[in-house]
């Protein structure tokens, strides 16, 4: 049985006049058992992987055996089915005809596994008709209640319009999680991003094709240890508050705010997908109507919910008062995921601005972001910031764009600009 | 115990009180329980012993609703329920009145209070009836404790005991805790009402009596008093180590109109007479006393950096508990004043705070409750840095007969 707990970490003292309250809930799950196994739904587990004429050669190669690696992972009992993609999506197994999703057992993984071992490199790419038949496959089979996928790609959408994309997105949403993974330097990093973070996925770059294999297995076997199928992080806000944001910020940045669901007037529900026995650090912020010093007010519920039952329960607090010692102060946590949820951007925003050509932007964002990452102790930050830049001074955030980079080592400092390092507590 | 009526009957929440002669306080028509080898009571939130008639837990500050409410001397049955309730509203039901233990609503908008202490709607939290208390066993006898604003807790206490009647005895008692020691609010409380028990359970003193004797009397009476409450103090202090908890102690003892009052610390006792001259009658143990009675005007004293240090308090580290008393006759009518330093910290000189009550009784009326609660009011609007607690019992013109022999002079001083 999976237990979950929620620690908050803030100061809540707050000066006379003052309306923002930040907090740091770390939510932590444990004992979540294995994908399907809860008895409260199956699970099931879609492989996608492009199959575009620009995959031949080495890369159709190791997404075969990264497919098959990934199938191997997915438990004996769990749905299953594999998606070929091109500029159409074709269903690669099972291929009896009348399946969407088979159970997974030695003589399917079998048959998926020599399935796999057929793909041939052909056409082009439209992502949005490989998320279509996923969920619609997904559908198709009742019984199940934890949906997940992989999607690989090696190209940028372009044989589909970036409205049919996201169309098929928004179809997608709610339906099923999917971790997604660029392979080479010719895909999009905010093309995938923008599927990742709808289905609450994680984007990657996949550099050398040798290392897939290895990724799609961890990135199944973290899938099928998450024995909660689905969970929300609710937050209750007082009457007359203002929820300003809600951030996921560990073990990667994700702004929630826009997926607020209202479960009444005070509560808002943001979708959080499956868990494992894992520890997540969301930031809240929430601004209220000030209060007379030494008046004391509850700022935000903070609340994991599970099949629409609260099972864990953070306090944000709110306290006035006049004395400046405790007022001042502001909370390790706070000030370490907002440097990391600013360094993030700082890093987007520079390699936006790279790309487009507008070198004192990139040079002032970029330069920040080595600032910050300093501060916040990200030292895989530093590390790829400095195969962009040239740094002069980290501590100021001096720095120099380096003439001839590798659009290889930008995606890989833009796909893990996300991820944060956690606050030593 | 069962308390009869009329001055026979003796008050005391902890039961160690039994009927006396007259002169012991007692409440009219109503049957207590025993609490000290009577039934024992558990506090339903952290399950430490609770003292039948008590309205909330000493350890956990936990709202022990009507059950243990019965017999309080804080509650009689004459004191409408809301008076006895917090002015905000926020207070105890009055169990005599309310018998169900349902969460009070939100006392800033009315909503559910969840479990988890605050506001399901407004997110206020609900008041810690230990934050904020009053008591009036009688209708001229009234105090009101509270946690001020700076403090995160309130680490004063009161605890009162008057028969019915204007001229029946009346007990008054402010303990402080001390803020740097651990437990100080529990400790403060159990203190205070300790001292309260003995001196409401003590035998009359004025019948037959010579004055020498009833002085003699009623200062021993105020020594097993802060005897009691430091036994209470210690038997609070947690046994990790740290600061042990501590808190001041004064008490005043009110027969018709003589008044006998002991104390250590600084917290106070003044007679405030309509006409006349107001009177501090407690000399602090504190530095800023002892700068005082060096020649450093009071002003000064008591706004320097060491204005707060006691050199006197009880607790287990107390050097010496032994109230010093004082003793006198008062030429009603008037108020008689006991406070912390949460209220004197902003009116310390005895005309200003004279003139403060008559000024502030203009608007709050002269009930001895709502004048409590204005004047608990006013600190807060000074600041609130302190706890402030204020109790006050209003006394009446005293009979020609009786005022013929009264001096305004202390009649005795006892040094410990």
């Known amino acids: 049985m999976a237990t979950f707990s929620a620690d908050v970490y803030q100061n809540e003292f707050l000066p006379d006049g003052g309306t923002d309250v930040h907090a740091i809930v770390t939510v932590a799950c444990s004992g979540a058992g294995e994908a399907g196994q809860s008895g409260s739904g199956d699970a099931a587990e879609i492989v996608i992987v492009d199959t575009s004429g620009s995959m031949s050669g080495e890369n159709i190669v190791a997404a075969q055996r990264a497919a098959a690696a990934a199938l191997d992972q997915v438990l004996d009992g769990v749905w299953f089915a594999v998606i070929a993609g091109s500029h159409q999506a074709r269903l690669a197994f099972p291929q009896d005809g009348r399946s969407a999703m088979v159970r997974m057992d030695a003589t399917t993984r079998a048959q998926a596994k020599a399935a796999v071992g057929g793909f041939r490199a052909d056409g082009g790419t439209a992502m949005g008709t490989w998320l279509t038949l996923a969920t619609r496959l997904f559908a198709a089979v009742p019984s199940v209640t934890q949906r997940h996928a992989i999607l690989l790609t090696d190209g940028y959408n372009q044989h589909e319009t970036p409205e049919q994309l996201s169309a098929a997105i928004e179809a997608a949403r709610g339906q099923f999680q999917c971790d997604c993974r660029g392979v080479g330097s010719a895909w999009q990093v905010a093309e995938v991003r923008r599927i990742a973070t709808a289905l609450l996925g994680s984007v990657d770059l996949i550099a050398q094709p040798q290392n897939m294999a290895a990724d799609f297995e961890q990135i199944m076997r973290q899938s099928m240890g998450r024995g909660v199928a689905d969970a929300a992080l609710r937050v209750w806000a007082p009457q007359g508050s203002q929820v300003l944001f809600v951030r996921q910020v560990s073990p990667t940045v994700e702004d929630l705010t826009s997926r607020r669901q209202d479960v009444n007037p005070l509560t808002g529900a943001y979708p959080t997908g499956a868990w494992g026995d894992e520890s997540r650090d969301y930031h809240v912020a929430v601004r209220l109507p000030a209060k007379a010093v030494g008046q004391e007010q509850l700022a935000a519920r903070v609340q994991v919910a599970v099949a629409d039952a609260v099972v864990a329960q953070g306090l944000v607090k709110a306290m006035w008062s006049n004395d400046d010692t405790l007022t001042t102060r502001i909370d390790p946590a706070v000030a370490h995921y907002t440097g990391q949820a600013e360094l993030a951007e700082a890093i987007q925003d520079g390699l936006a601005a790279k790309a487009a050509g507008d070198t004192d932007t990139a040079t002032v964002k970029l330069g920040r972001a080595v600032q910050l990452a300093q501060e916040t102790g990200n030292e895989e930050a530093t590390t790829r910031l400095r195969k962009i830049v040239e740094i002069d001074n980290a501590d100021t955030g001096t720095v120099r764009l380096k003439r001839s980079v590798s659009k290889l080592d930008e995606m890989a400092l833009d796909t893990a600009s996300t991820k944060t390092t956690r606050v030593k507590k | ?416």
Not at chain 2, 73 to 101: I, L, M, R, Y
Not at chain 2, 270 to 282: A, I, K, N
Request: charged letters at 15%.
């Open chain 2, 1 to 416: 115990m069962t308390s009869t009526s009329g001055d026979d009957a003796a008050v005391g929440a902890s039961g160690a009180a039994t009927g006396h002669a007259a002169g012991a306080v007692g409440q009219s028509g109503q049957s207590g329980q025993s609490g000290q080898g009577g039934t024992a009571l558990l506090c339903p939130k952290c399950s430490s012993p609770v003292a039948s008639g008590e309205r909330f837990c000493e350890a956990c500050g936990a709202d022990l609703g009507p059950a243990a409410a019965v017999g309080a001397p804080a509650s009689t049955a004459s004191v409408p329920p809301s008076q006895d309730a917090a002015p905000d509203g926020a207070g105890a039901p009055d169990g005599a009145v309310a018998p169900e233990t349902a969460p009070a609503p939100c006392h800033e908008c009315g909503g559910e209070v969840a479990d988890d202490g605050y506001c399901t709607q407004c997110g206020a939290a609900a008041v810690s009836p230990r934050n904020h208390y009053s008591e009036q066993p009688a209708p001229e006898v009234a105090a009101v404790c509270d946690r001020g604003i700076r403090h995160v807790r309130n680490e004063d206490a009161v605890a009162l005991a008057a028969g019915p009647d204007a001229g029946n005895r009346a007990v008054l008692v402010v303990c402080d805790g001390v803020s740097s020691s651990t437990d100080s609010d529990v400790a403060s409380l159990a203190a205070a009402r300790a001292a309260r028990d003995v001196l409401a359970a003590i035998p009359g003193t004025r019948a037959g009596n010579s004055v020498g004797t009833r002085v003699a009397a009623s200062a021993k009476a105020l020594v097993m008093a802060a005897d009691a409450a430091n036994d209470a103090v210690i038997a609070h202090t947690s046994s990790r180590p740290g600061n042990p908890a501590s808190c001041t102690f004064v008490a005043a003892v009110l027969e018709g109109v003589e008044l006998t009052v002991g104390w250590v610390g600084d917290s106070r006792a003044y007679w405030l007479p309509d006409t006349g001259v107001p009177r501090l009658l407690t000399v602090d143990d504190s530095f800023a006393a002892e700068q005082i009675a060096d020649g450093v005007s009071r002003a000064e004293a008591e706004s320097g950096p060491q204005a707060h240090a006691i050199t006197r308090w009880l607790g287990v580290d107390a050097p010496d508990h032994t109230p010093r008393t004082v003793s006198l006759d008062l030429d009603g009518p008037g108020w008689l004043l006991v406070c912390s330093d949460g209220l004197w910290n902003y009116c310390s000189e005895a005309r200003d705070l004279a003139a403060l009550v008559t000024d502030t009784a203009g608007r709050s009326g002269s009930g001895p409750l709502a004048l409590a609660g204005a004047l608990v009011d006013w600190a807060n609007a000074q600041g609130g840095q302190d706890n402030i607690t204020v109790a006050l019992a209003r006394v009446p013109s005293a009979g020609p007969a009786d005022t013929t022999a009264r001096s305004t002079q202390p009649i005795a001083v006892t040094a410990p």
